[in-house]
């Protein structure tokens, strides 16, 4: 097929980004013609085979970026030679949209409630968001969307009940976890070098956070959960964060000033895997992270908050570490306890793995993705 993949950006970091760009990785492999339109490309990894077309867009105000993004997208969408026009993001018009974070005014509702009361009409205020929430209505009533691909239950739920008329067009097709990049053997040689670059030695139980956006991920709840752990370990903190000086300050104010290193925003999440001896993933609100199935695939145990998307899919011994009332700092801290023991995180890592690989490889996923895209690229309705 000829495929036309439309995002805001294209590159290796981030959740739909990394997404993408392995599925442009193995579209081309697959022998497929592979275009993205783009108005940014970050970084030079660019494979081979692959067309990128550069959309001119507006760079501010943000709400002005983003609407241009639109209709530059839009009319690019509407050329007649491809067999398939696959939206991510702020998109407009396609033939097939992947929703990656369910509708705009569910999030909007639970970062409001996260808010103090006066300051939540504001939020609705924003330009940025009144035209995305627009966007998104339009994108969701224009006739050209044949298919949704709704990365997990929870999102197909959500968009259901917002937009009932879609109902019989969405598709859920959980992520896959790149195996190449991530598995034990490939964990087992970069660690040594991940701990020197780090400048840790063996012997504590490394316990990761990794993440953009602490307050969605719940990394408060982890710090309060952790404060009265005693025993040898660390805590490894990765992300972006605007409000990095009040966390610090939090963990200082629960007597973890020495337990946590703050590593900031980090592409090569291999290595901090390498690093660690378990995840900790305490988010609030994720539709389908793939960072605990990285983890899993690394063979890293992962303790998973029930808010994740990512918990739908955990099933047999996998679930050892689902952590049900992820709000209650109290079961992080019985999560971490557990992992302290090796012989717990032998067995949660290698349940994690198992199920990583038989069902959540790229493989595995292609074999679900390819046949959504050839039945919309069927009922594409051609110019």
Known sequence: MKIALHHTRFGTTGGSEG???????????????VHVFTPRVVGDRIPPGLHVHLLKTARFPHWRKVLSFARAQARAARDPSFDLVVGFGRTLEQDLYRDGSGPQADYLAWRASMKPPWSRPFLFLDPTQRITLALERARFSHPGLVRIQAVSGLVRD?????????????????????????SPKRREALRREALA????????ATFLFLGNDYLRKGLDLLLAGLAGLGGDWRLLVAGRERRLGFYKSLAAGLGL????????????????????????????????????????????????????????????????LLVEN??????????????????????????????????????????????????A???????
């Open 19 to 33: 997404y993408l760009a392995v599925l442009v990785r193995r579209l081309l492999e697959k022998g497929h013609e």
């Open 158 to 182: 959500a968009l259901a009940r917002r937009y009932p008329h879609l109902a019989d067009r969405i598709r859920v097709v959980h992520n896959g976890v790149d195996t190449r990049r991530f």
């Open 197 to 204: 670059a780090l400048d840790l030695k063996e012997g504590p």
């Open 257 to 320: 000033k020495e337990r946590v290193r703050w590593l900031g925003p980090r592409r090569d999440v291999e290595n901090l895997y390498a690093a660690s001896e378990a995840l900790l993933f305490p988010t609030r609100f994720d539709t389908f992270p793939n960072v605990p199935l990285e983890a899993m695939a690394s063979g890293l145990p992962a303790a998973v908050s029930a808010a994740a998307g990512t918990a739908e899919v955990l099933e047999g011994e996998a679930k050892i």
């Open 326 to 375: 992820p709000g209650d700092p109290a079961s992080w801290n019985r999560a971490a306890r557990a992992l302290l023991e090796p012989s717990f995180r032998e067995k949660a890592a290698r349940a994690g793995l198992d199920l990583a690989l038989r069902e959540f490889t790229w493989e595995k996923h292609l074999e679900k993705l390819l046949p959504l895209y050839e039945e």
């Open 377 to 383: 690229a069927r009922l594409k309705k051609r110019p």
